[in-house]
């Protein structure tokens, strides 16, 4: 196994998992917004804009490193002819 499969597979999962973040935290600013819209702001007033940052940040790492691994795993296969 080649230290950039390792780092492929490292660099996937790590996106994956930034992604599910991404995805977590995105419900979360929209539940958030619909509480906010109901009862108004409150204690934590920030709430809404802290999960979207938090959502956009983890979204764009995650799909970035998604797509750095797979540039990564295509580049490393032989080319078969």
Same mark, same amino acid.
């Given at each position: 196994?080649?230290? !950039? !499969?390792?780092?492929?597979?490292?660099?996937?999962?790590?996106?994956?998992?930034?992604?599910?973040? #991404?995805?977590?935290?995105?419900? #979360?600013?929209?539940? !958030?917004?619909?509480? $906010?819209?109901?009862?108004? !702001?409150?204690?934590?007033? #920030?709430d809404v804009e802290l999960f979207g940052l938090? #959502?956009?940040?983890?979204?764009?790492?995650?799909?970035?490193?998604?797509f750095g691994a797979k540039k990564l795993s295509? $580049?490393k296969q032989p080319d078969v002819s």
């Open positions: 196994m080649s230290v !950039s !499969s390792v780092f492929s597979t490292i660099l996937a999962l790590s996106g994956g998992i930034l992604l599910v973040i #991404a995805f977590l935290s995105g419900g #979360a600013a929209i539940l !958030s917004l619909i509480e $906010r819209l109901q009862h108004g !702001s409150g204690l934590l007033f #920030a938090v #959502a956009f940040i983890c979204g764009f790492a995650g799909g970035f490193a998604v295509k $580049r």
